[in-house]
């Protein structure tokens, strides 16, 4: 069975600092990976995901993040943060092939940036 | 072009009670799927439902069932409503089934049982 660990609930971080939220899944399988964010009181909102090709992925607000099959890792960046970016974050697995298509969550990490 | 739509968006009830959510998928998209997102904790996933057929289900009780209907809407039904089950519901979308499709997300139904 699939699984995501996010390491951290809680990121506070300065205006116009860079930011990493964390994100190891566990898989026997190879995975699609996606990060997903969450602004108060709406649904969620694909940021960005890895189906397969470049270990590195864009979204089209600065984020980024990286595939690390070896570290079995999905960490999700940004150089510089807005106070927009104030919301909760969630990276999610899905397999390849699984028949239906089933997203494995994290529980979240909070990213509160302070002007 | 109107997203995942959900109805009622907040409710309340009391338990043992029933309770029917409705979604409402991107115009299009033959895939719906439910998520339940207890306070503090990430998603998890409930059913899958594409051309009208169940096409996944998560570790949930009997006490939780879906249907679609040919207009590819979906409806949620809990019965026995426990105070665990509040939360929030929420219904995606997707063309198809593949995995590798985007899911859309509504802005869910907050359900409060007391």
């Known amino acids: 069975a699939q699984s995501v660990t996010q390491l951290d609930s809680q990121v506070p971080v300065f205006e116009e600092a860079p930011v990493e939220l964390r994100c190891n899944y566990s898989s026997s399988v190879s995975v699609y990976l996606f990060w997903y964010v969450q602004y108060p009181n709406q649904g969620l909102q694909l940021l960005l995901k890895y189906l397969s090709g470049s270990t590195l992925v864009k979204s089209i607000n600065g984020f980024e993040a990286e595939f690390n099959k070896s570290q079995t890792s999905f960490h999700l960046r940004k150089p510089s943060v807005h106070i927009s970016d104030t919301a909760e974050y969630f990276c999610a697995v899905s397999e390849p092939g699984a028949g239906s298509y089933q997203l494995t969550f994290g529980k979240g990490t909070k990213l509160s940036v302070i002007p | 072009d109107a997203g995942v739509t959900q109805s009622p968006t907040h409710l309340i009830k009391t338990r043992g009670q029933q309770v029917t959510l409705r979604c409402s998928p991107i115009s299009g998209h033959k895939s719906v799927s439910w998520y339940q997102q207890v306070l503090g904790q990430g998603p998890q996933f409930i059913f899958q439902y594409y051309e009208k057929e169940e096409r996944g289900r998560g570790n949930f009780p009997d006490r939780f069932s879906a249907r679609q209907f040919p207009n590819y809407s979906s409806e949620l039904n809990v019965n026995a409503l426990l105070l665990g089950d509040s939360a929030l519901y929420l219904c995606?979308?997707?063309?198809?089934?593949?995995?590798?499709?985007?899911?859309?997300f509504g802005e869910g139904s907050w359900l409060t049982v007391v």
């Open positions: 995606a979308s997707s063309l198809d089934r593949s995995p590798g499709n985007t899911i859309y």
